[in-house]
Nanobody
Framework: QGELVESGGGLVQVGGSLRLSCAAA?????????IGWYRQVPGKQRELVAG???????RYSNSVRGRFTISRDNVNDIVYLQMNNLKPEDTAIYYC??????????????WGQGTQVTVSS
């Protein structure tokens, strides 16, 4: 597996929604293991907020449970993160990679560029 490509970020108001997409770079494929969405703000460690296995089992951090939904399209090899009821504290750069955390130890690859999510109040 190679680098992953994130997209779908943007500027949204509090309470709004965004859907992020994670796909493998051309010529690569997503890991068959658990894939997760992470986020990072300046000065803080990258945080795993959601993960999904190929069979669809999903896990979430307490900070996003009930607002975010992760899903996996195994046919098109894309992992989505639907983010609803966004809050200012959700502002971060979002990355996808193998899910390490939430009880999983997924295979990781090089980090992509990420996609910026900004929630304005």
């Amino acid at each position: 597996q190679g680098e992953l490509v994130e997209s779908g970020g943007g500027l949204v108001q509090v309470g709004g929604s965004l859907r992020l997409s994670c796909a493998a770079a051309p010529g690569s494929a997503l890991s068959s293991g658990p894939i997760g969405w992470y986020r990072q703000v300046p000065g803080k460690q990258r945080e795993l907020v959601a993960g999904v296995r190929s069979g669809g089992v999903a896990r979430y951090s307490n900070s996003v449970r009930g607002r975010f939904t992760i899903s996996r399209d195994n046919v098109n090899d894309i992992v989505y993160l639907q983010m609803n009821n966004l809050k200012p504290e959700d502002t971060a750069i979002y990355y996808c990679n193998g899910a390490r955390g939430l009880g999983w130890n997924g295979a990781m690859v090089s980090w992509g560029q990420g996609t910026q999510v900004t929630v304005s109040s």
